[in-house]
């Protein structure tokens, strides 16, 4: 397969960008052989876009971009394991499509579900659930096209190299596939109200305990639940603030028939857990370990009613089992997730940085689809297996073809 001529790539909220020297838009497994072999020969990086839901470098290339949208579907459906088998390309929404005409279902999911699952799989997204994992880790394998034109097919009998690969960042090579994990399809009951954040902290730990998935954005005026097109949940407050208030949401599932109201929605599980969101903002998310994460969330909303007041953009905040995955944000760490975002027309780097201050206090790890600013000895510090990642990152690609500037200094 030819490599094309290359041009300009922007992710989906503008704030990323790259002039890549070729694209190419591979069908096959043997179209990615072929490229990454071009590329070799021609001495050129390689990256994939994926669906450009990434706020950091991650993408960005002068080598050889690469789009796998030519690379989608159910490939292999293993009904005694509960496993089934995507194209990397394939969208988290198109996989749930798929499995409720099969009968099952994810495990969990985001709020949103356009992403391309090798992408957003391998960044850490996740959804919310004290006992739930991110989406990593449900894949039980992948088959990787590594720098040497080798195929490594990942099956989960090395354990160590599943776990290395599940939260990797396409710096070990190009995902052709995942095999995930699935379960018996199930309908969610989503309820949606109003507290203030004085009851929302009180309400915190039973509300976790009590629903599969809760979860909340803090709205310190009235007009930050526009911006991220929140439904007005007045009519269901448990307060009469507008502002400085929680819009809540808990998650659980249920044998009830489909039904939507204004505030309450029964439907199949895919159907349930997407938000839609306009991309007019700009993200940071750390996970901050489960018992600091009311102290956390107190202490960025203290810096936004205090000294950022032009930073009206809700707190995100959400729950995450830990994992074993090498480079998982979450891993060997039960978490909460707080996530803030800059908007357009605002100079926001300073409200990050600070809040990026108060969450180093924590300990906390970024999603490495968000922004933050992490250098070498913070990655070292913060991911006890960083070292063995970088190793074996060496081992498989020893002229770094799948990095760029961002992920060199991160992991190289």
């Known amino acids: 397969m030819a490599l094309e001529k290359g041009g300009l790539w922007r992710n989906w909220v503008g704030n990323q960008y790259c002039v890549s020297q070729f694209k190419a838009a591979p069908s096959s497994e043997a179209d990615l052989v072929a490229l990454v072999a071009e590329a070799d020969r021609r001495d050129l990086p390689m990256r994939v876009a994926g669906s450009g839901h990434s706020f950091t470098p991650v993408?960005?290339?002068?080598?050889?971009?690469?789009?796998?949208?030519?690379?989608?579907?159910?490939?292999?459906?293993?009904?005694?394991?509960?496993?089934?088998?995507?194209?990397?390309?394939?969208?988290?929404?198109?996989?749930?499509?798929?499995?409720?005409?099969?009968?099952l279902s994810l495990i969990n999911q985001g709020d949103i579900d356009s992403q391309a699952v090798a992408g957003a799989f391998t960044t850490g997204t996740h959804g919310t659930g004290l006992r739930l994992g991110n989406l990593a880790s449900s894949v039980a394998g992948m088959r990787i096209v590594l720098a040497s034109g080798e195929v490594l097919d990942i099956d989960g009998r090395d354990q160590d190299l599943l776990h290395?690969?599940?939260?990797?960042?396409?710096?070990?090579?190009?995902?052709?596939?995942?095999?995930?994990?699935?379960?018996?399809?199930?309908?969610?009951?989503?309820?949606?109200?109003?507290?203030?954040?004085?009851?929302?902290?009180?309400?915190?730990?039973?509300?976790?305990?009590?629903?599969?998935?809760?979860?909340?954005?803090?709205?310190?005026?009235?007009?930050?639940?526009?911006?991220?097109?929140?439904?007005?949940?007045?009519?269901?407050?448990?307060?009469?603030?507008?502002?400085?208030?929680?819009?809540?949401?808990?998650?659980d599932i249920t044998d009830a028939a489909p039904m939507q109201t204004?505030?309450?929605?029964?439907?199949?599980?895919?159907?349930?857990?997407?938000?839609?969101?306009?991309?007019?903002?700009?993200?940071?998310e750390y996970a901050v370990p489960l018992e600091h994460g009311k102290d956390a969330v107190r202490a960025v909303r203290d810096?936004?009613?205090?000294?950022?007041?032009?930073?009206?953009?809700?707190?995100?905040?959400?729950?995450?089992?830990?994992?074993?995955?090498?480079?998982?944000?979450?891993?060997?760490?039960?978490?909460?997730?707080?996530?803030?975002?800059?908007?357009?027309?605002?100079?926001?780097?300073a409200y990050l940085r600070?809040?990026?201050?108060?969450?180093?206090?924590?300990?906390?790890?970024?999603?490495?689809?968000?922004?933050?600013?992490?250098?070498?000895?913070?990655?070292?510090?913060?991911?006890?297996?960083?070292n063995d990642f970088r190793e074996l990152r060496r081992r498989l690609d020893p002229k770094g073809r799948f990095l760029n500037d961002h992920l060199r200094l991160l992991l190289g």
């Open 303 to 349: 810096l936004m009613l205090t000294k950022h007041t032009n930073c009206i953009y809700p707190i995100e905040y959400r729950f995450t089992a830990g994992d074993p995955a090498w480079m998982s944000p979450f891993h060997h760490q039960d978490s909460i997730t707080l996530s803030v975002s800059g908007g357009p027309g605002i100079d926001y780097w």
């Open 262 to 284: 204004e505030f309450e929605k029964i439907a199949y599980s895919s159907e349930v857990y997407p938000i839609e969101y306009v991309p007019n903002f700009v993200e940071l």
């Open 59 to 103: 993408v960005g290339t002068n080598g050889v971009l690469l789009t796998l949208e030519n690379l989608r579907g159910l490939e292999h459906v293993d009904r005694a394991r509960r496993q089934v088998t995507v194209a990397a390309g394939t969208r988290i929404n198109e996989v749930g499509k798929a499995l409720k005409e099969l009968g």
């Open 164 to 251: 290395a690969a599940q939260v990797s960042i396409g710096t070990l090579g190009i995902i052709s596939s995942m095999t995930l994990n699935v379960v018996d399809a199930y309908n969610l009951h989503e309820k949606l109200w109003r507290d203030d954040f004085d009851t929302c902290m009180e309400r915190h730990d039973e509300l976790a305990a009590n629903h599969r998935h809760f979860g909340f954005f803090w709205c310190p005026v009235p007009e930050s639940r526009h911006l991220y097109c929140l439904p007005d949940t007045t009519a269901v407050s448990s307060t009469s603030k507008i502002a400085d208030v929680c819009e809540m949401k808990v998650l």
């Open 354 to 386: 600070d809040t990026d201050a108060i969450l180093r206090r924590y300990n906390s790890r970024p999603h490495w689809g968000k922004m933050h600013f992490l250098d070498t000895d913070d990655v070292t510090q913060l991911y006890p297996r960083a």
